[in-house]
């Protein structure tokens, strides 16, 4: 089976008009994924998702700008994303140390680590929604 990698920059959430309907019709058809139990399953790893349409997707996918690779067993429905858990809870040790060390002052100090916990949570939760939504666009 052949897999289709192809890297967004934020996750997105689709709904059933939505170009990653068209975008796994286009690769059904082109037989580098397969249907299983009547559910078409496509590994994606994301980072960017710019496709004016079906004829725009086919030409990329020709160009090489995706990279397709032979997969054994089934592809699964994945959202990954390139930026790693270890980066943000290493940012937010830096930034806890250094706000300590200069500032000493908590209320900073929240401010500071804010950010990262948003992205963490970005990094923990949105995967499992838009999974979820992926599989009602594979139903209809």
């Given at each position: ?7 967004i920059q934020k996750p997105v959430l ?6 990653f309907k068209k975008v796994v019709e ?115």
């Amino acid at each position: 089976m052949m897999k289709l990698r192809y890297t967004i920059q934020k996750p997105v959430l689709f709904n059933a008009d939505s170009t990653f309907k068209k975008v796994v019709e286009v690769l059904y058809k082109q037989k580098y994924i397969v249907e299983s139990k009547g559910t078409m399953l496509v590994d994606f790893k994301f980072d960017q998702w710019q496709f004016s349409n079906r004829m725009d997707f086919e030409r990329k996918l020709e160009s090489g700008q995706f990279e397709l690779c032979k997969e054994d067993g089934p592809s699964i429905l994945k959202l990954k994303y390139s930026m790693s858990l270890v980066e943000p809870i290493l940012t937010v040790l830096i930034i806890v140390l250094l706000s300590l060390f200069i500032f000493q002052n908590y209320k900073v100090l929240f401010l500071l680590v804010l950010p990262v916990f948003q992205t963490i949570f970005r990094l923990t939760y949105l995967p499992f929604v838009a999974e979820d939504i992926m599989k009602e666009i594979m139903r209809s």
